[in-house]
């Protein structure tokens, strides 16, 4: 069965820095492109980023709200998958989840992680 | 990119069908057939309804059909059961290799 869990939510300051992490099993984590999305309280899903895989240089791509401050990346040989933020806003308090890509649309998700952004 | 719009609440009775509009542009919806639809019970992960405008994953039942128009994506539930009670999402492909949701559609089942 596919697997992805993420780690690595809390509590952080605005400014402040955080790297969440993705551990995928169950199907072979270099072969996709893989996503993070985020549920903001009260609001609906927002793509935020995506890992492309060897064979596409390991491209990155990031919705606007968060080029240049967030940063994607993965380590194939451990199945898993990151998502390094910086410069937090409230505005990126979510429930942030990663997700497995499969020509263009999103088959398998996470449980999600929970971010607080607040003094 | 500006999140495609869908209503924001729909219901219908047990045995009922209700359709979910998607509306993009020409820069997402419109110029794309990657339009996806995904179910949200809150505290679970979301789960892949509809994908490629209309196509089912295995597992997902009958009931759940999806089409296009234009620059208009449409989920329809056909025979709504309680369990169909949940939050509803599109997806669409968007230029420059980047993905928009639609704003989210409450389904209550009456």
């Known amino acids: 069965d596919v697997q992805l869990v993420e780690s690595g939510g809390g509590l952080v300051q605005p400014g402040g820095s955080l790297r969440l992490s993705c551990t995928a099993s169950g199907f072979i984590f270099s072969d996709y492109y893989m996503d993070w999305v985020r549920q903001a309280p009260g609001k609906g899903l927002e793509w935020v980023g995506r890992?492309?895989?060897?064979?596409?240089?390991?491209?990155?791509d990031y919705a606007a709200s968060v080029k240049g401050r967030f940063t994607i990346s993965r380590d194939d040989s451990k199945n898993s998958l990151y998502l390094q933020m910086n410069s937090l806003k409230t505005e990126d308090m979510a429930v942030y989840y990663c997700?497995?890509?499969?020509?263009?649309?999103?088959?398998?998700w996470g449980q999600g992680t929970p971010v607080t952004v607040s003094s | 990119q500006s999140a495609l719009t869908q209503p924001r609440s729909v219901s219908g009775s047990p045995g009922q069908s209700v359709t979910i509009s998607c509306t993009g542009t020409s820069n997402d919806v419109g110029n794309y057939n990657y339009v996806s639809w995904y179910q949200h019970h809150p505290g679970k992960a979301p789960k892949l309804l509809i994908y490629d405008v209309n196509k089912r994953p295995s597992g997902v039942p009958y009931r759940f059909s999806g089409s296009k128009s234009g620059n208009t994506a449409s989920l329809t539930i056909s025979g709504l059961q309680a369990e169909d009670e949940a939050d509803y999402y599109c997806c669409s492909a968007a230029d420059t290799y980047t993905y928009v949701f639609g704003t989210e559609t409450k389904v209550t089942v009456l």
């Open positions: 890992s492309r895989i060897m064979l596409d240089s390991y491209m990155t």
């Open positions: 997700v497995r890509e499969f020509y263009f649309h999103f088959d398998h």
